[in-house]
């Protein structure tokens, strides 16, 4: 099984400013990744495919880039209604998995 | 635009079967792209995928390892629905439990989560 491991766990960010987080998996899934995002009380919500396709109605200051082991999520300038946790998954090797997940709080 | 709307008992006895159903609208559980999946998310396992059910030319299921001699997921072309049974449960099978429809590999569209807690 795929271990898909992010950091950091807790990501304290001030509005307006720039967020990177981090998915690394323990074998290449190629550009297999999808990035979603949790909000309290709500399902996850899909934001990236295929590690940098950005789903239907996802706002441009979000970018995801990588392959093989190695992804980053990118927020340009964070908005209040993107403090969220925020999930990695691949699909390249059966069966999927997700990483354990990494919240972006307040500073 | 697909839109899944579970529905089912939110608490179960130690030793019971967990049984949730997830209608579909805006396409059909007999799709030939899409497959239908239970996954749950506790605070101890994270987001954890039970399994799935699927139509190929032929009617399918996988599921996880960790779950596999305990759980059923069927679907319901009558109603356009599917449907989760987990027998036997535990305290640890507390969860929030989802449906959700994957596109090759990617978990596009999900229910609204059905929080079960196992409890006499």
């Known amino acids: 099984e795929t271990r898909m491991t992010q950091s950091p766990a807790t990501l304290s960010v001030s509005p307006g400013e720039r967020a990177t987080l981090s998915c690394r998996a323990s074998?290449?899934?190629?550009?297999?990744l999808a990035w979603y995002q949790q909000k309290p009380g709500q399902a996850p919500r899909l934001l990236f495919y295929?590690?940098?396709t950005r789903a239907t109605g996802v706002p441009a200051r979000f970018s995801g880039s990588g392959s093989g082991t190695e992804f980053t999520l990118t927020i340009s300038s964070l908005q209040s209604e993107d403090f969220a946790i925020y999930y990695c998954?691949?699909?390249?090797?059966?069966?999927?998995?997700f990483g354990q997940g990494t919240k972006v709080e307040v500073k | 635009q697909v839109q899944l709307q579970q529905s089912g008992p939110r608490l179960v006895k130690p030793t019971q079967t967990l049984s949730l159903t997830c209608a579909i609208s805006?396409?059909?559980?007999?799709?030939?792209?899409?497959?239908w999946n239970w996954i749950r998310q506790s605070p101890s396992r994270g987001l954890e995928w039970l399994g799935r059910?699927?139509?190929?030319?032929?009617?399918?299921?996988d599921y996880a390892v960790s779950v596999k001699s305990r759980i059923t997921i069927n679907p319901d072309t009558s109603e356009n629905q599917f449907s989760l049974q987990l027998n036997s449960v535990t305290p640890e099978d507390t969860a929030v439990y989802y449906c959700?429809?994957?596109?090759?590999?990617?978990?596009?569209?999900w229910g609204q989560g059905t929080l079960v807690t196992v409890s006499s």
């Open positions: 959700v429809g994957v596109r090759g590999g990617v978990f596009e569209y």
């Open positions: 805006g396409d059909s559980v007999s799709s030939n792209t899409l497959t």
């Open positions: 059910t699927y139509y190929r030319s032929k009617w399918d299921n």
């Open positions: 074998q290449s899934v190629s550009t297999n």
């Open positions: 295929g590690a940098s």
């Open positions: 998954q691949q699909y390249n090797n059966w069966p999927w998995t």
